[in-house]
């Protein structure tokens, strides 16, 4: 296996993929079903992500993009089948607007805290562009061969996010919209309001058995969305879900509006 990543087996069949010598400890997750496997996001692009993923499985690869961020699009070139928002096609054909390379290469490269694979070169580091395969809309259903995923539209930190549901066994991956640690939605790109609607409508899944976040923690449970909604209506109610409120801390986790 690539010693840049650790693999962690959910189940027999459902695996994160983790980068934890980088400060965000961004997760991926392999969902292999009987005829294809679905690889949530690809993580920073710093290790070969394909490589590891076909020790894993031989089963086509379906890449779903929970949002177009460099920290979860890293390896989507080495993958043919690429899935994301209708809303972020743009971006990922394109780039954000506004965002400049230098500002990725130096969040992609401070606080490792793990060997870089040999050929990683930071001097060449780009986001990946190209052109996605598929476009996604709100409830659309990925059949992957006895197992099937359920795309959630839940924008606010970024206009095309999604969240990832397997209502048999009740996974949630839920990219940037829930994990432990800081939510950001400061950016301009961002929408405090809708975000917290967001996780308004995640809170109402009922069957919920695991929460797979994109980053930090794995070990989130549907209490912590309960917490996560309590303080977001909190917010909205005292009408600090906008921008330019600043931070906002609760027991697991700040808001940063």
């Known amino acids: 296996m690539d010693e840049w990543f650790t693999i962690e087996e959910i189940d027999s069949m459902t695996f994160a993929i983790s980068e934890y010598g980088h400060w965000e400890n961004v997760h991926s997750y392999l969902v292999i079903g009987e005829e294809y496997a679905a690889l949530i996001d690809t993580g920073i692009g710093i290790g070969n992500i394909k490589s590891v993923i076909s020790q894993l499985t031989l089963l086509p690869i379906k890449v779903i993009t929970t949002h177009v961020h460099w920290d979860h699009i890293g390896g989507h070139g080495l993958f043919q089948e690429l899935y994301v928002h209708e809303f ?75 969240c990832i549901y397997e209502e048999e066994r009740g996974y949630l991956y839920t990219g940037d919209l829930i994990y432990k640690g800081t939510l950001f939605a400061f950016y301009p790109t961002t929408d405090p309001f809708l975000f917290v609607q967001s996780i308004k409508k995640i809170s109402q899944i009922k069957h919920i058995t695991k929460i797979l976040p994109g980053h930090n923690e794995l070990d989130l449970n549907k209490e912590f969305i309960n917490e996560l909604n309590n303080a977001g209506q909190e917010l909205l109610n005292k009408g600090l879900a906008k921008h330019g409120t600043g931070i906002h801390e609760y027991k697991n986790v700040k808001f940063y509006f």
């Open 88 to 162: 972020e096609k743009d971006w990922l054909e394109n780039g954000i607007p506004g965002l400049p390379l230098e500002v990725i290469r130096n969040d992609v490269s401070r606080d490792i805290s793990k060997p870089l694979p040999a050929d990683f070169k930071i001097e060449t580091y780009e986001p990946f562009r190209g052109k996605p395969t598929a476009i996604l809309e709100d409830n659309q259903r990925i059949d992957l061969g006895n197992r099937v995923l359920t795309c959630l539209h839940t924008p606010g930190h970024s206009p095309g996010h999604l």
